[in-house]
């Protein structure tokens, strides 16, 4: 299938470079919706990587790329549940987007992403799975987790300690604070800082250049520097899981979820 | 060598880049407004406003600081506090 449009995200295939494009009110927050779509689109990914060499994730929305996991499905459908079973659902729902997020990270194709707004979360976890991460001067990237009595839990910390230096690991982790593109650029994350609105035009510049190389090179090349943590993938399912049954998560979902204050973003 | 900005001067290029950005008359600002009603915005645009800030005056400010701050005035301390 080289083009798909679904009601979170659509993808297609043009000249060699996918383009998967989140499209999801208000922020592409990451639900069940766009989890059954993301796994469309990963079982879409092999026969696509024989026909391409790029691909690239972006954003049609224009407050960012991703605002993270869907806490309000998360609160709601945990809600209707005994804590045992809310438990195995989120593990369910855990090892379903981390094959999601796997198969990016693995793709033989050079994946690249095309970020500005809000990064956050599971949205920064997303950018995380891809080799190259072009940002514009509005992104901002985000793990708030902790402000939930939570962990990042879409293979975010490992991918994290992976890509980036002790200080800025335990910074974005342990104060949930953000920060913008310029500092991502300077901590070796982002690789390309553009203006504003220009992250997608750069995207599809560098993957057409990356298409005069010799595919099985990049690929190789790719597998070379960037290993998958696997065992520290599943690690991370397990503390999540182990976190998630605490009365501070439902707390602090609950305090998210039904308030009216300006500033629930801000931890 | 660079010119040493007062408070007002700082507030000043805040309600300019604030005006701009969100598009509203600059006439309407003034440094004791709470930005969240003046401005119309949610915390994800003070967000983005705060990246703007940094942008304009080259410093990090963490978000956790901004905890409580709604108007211009506090937000030019906080600013100056990093130039």
């Given at each position: 299938m080289d083009q798909f449009k679904g009601r979170a995200l659509s993808w297609e295939l043009n000249d060699g470079i996918v383009e998967l494009a989140l499209n999801r009110e208000p922020c592409n927050e990451i639900g069940s919706m766009t989890l059954s779509e993301l796994e469309s689109f990963a079982g879409a990914l092999k026969a696509l990587e024989g026909e391409a060499h790029a691909l690239i994730i972006y954003s049609q929305r224009s407050c960012g790329f991703c605002a993270g996991a869907d806490l309000r499905e998360l609160y709601c459908q945990s809600q209707k549940m005994a804590r045992t079973e809310a438990a195995s659902g989120v593990r369910r729902f855990l090892e379903r987007i981390h094959r999601v997020m796997n198969a990016i990270d693995a793709s033989p194709l050079i994946t690249v992403a095309a970020v500005h707004g809000v990064i956050f979360g599971g949205g920064f976890e997303l950018a995380l799975a891809c080799d190259l991460i072009i940002a514009d001067k509005t992104a901002r990237f985000c793990f708030p987790e902790l402000r939930l009595g939570l962990i990042p839990g879409f293979g975010g910390i490992p991918r994290m300690k992976r890509d980036l230096g002790n200080a800025m690991v335990r910074d974005l982790l342990l104060t949930g604070r953000s920060f913008n593109a310029t500092k991502m650029q300077q901590a070796g994350l982002v690789s390309q800082l553009v203006s504003e609105g220009e992250a997608l035009h750069v995207a599809r510049a560098t993957a057409a250049q990356l298409k005069k190389f010799d595919r099985y090179t990049a690929a190789r090349a790719k597998e070379f520097v960037k290993p998958i943590p696997y065992e520290e993938l599943k690690q991370e399912i397990d503390l999540f899981c182990d976190l998630f049954t605490r009365p501070a998560v439902e707390a602090g979902l609950r305090k998210f979820v039904e308030s009216t204050e300006a500033q629930p973003y801000l931890p | 060598m660079c010119a040493i900005r007062t408070s007002d001067q700082t507030i000043d290029e805040i309600l300019d880049l604030a005006a701009a950005h969100f598009k509203v008359?600059?006439?309407?600002?003034?440094?004791?407004?709470d930005f969240f009603k003046t401005l119309g915005i949610d915390s994800l645009q003070a967000l983005d406003l705060l990246t703007k800030l940094e942008n304009h005056f080259h410093i990090e400010l963490p978000?956790?600081?901004?905890?409580?701050v709604s108007d211009f005035r506090t937000l030019a301390s906080r600013i100056r506090s990093r130039l």
């Open positions: - | 008359s600059r006439e309407r600002l003034t440094p004791d407004d978000d956790y600081e901004l905890q409580g």
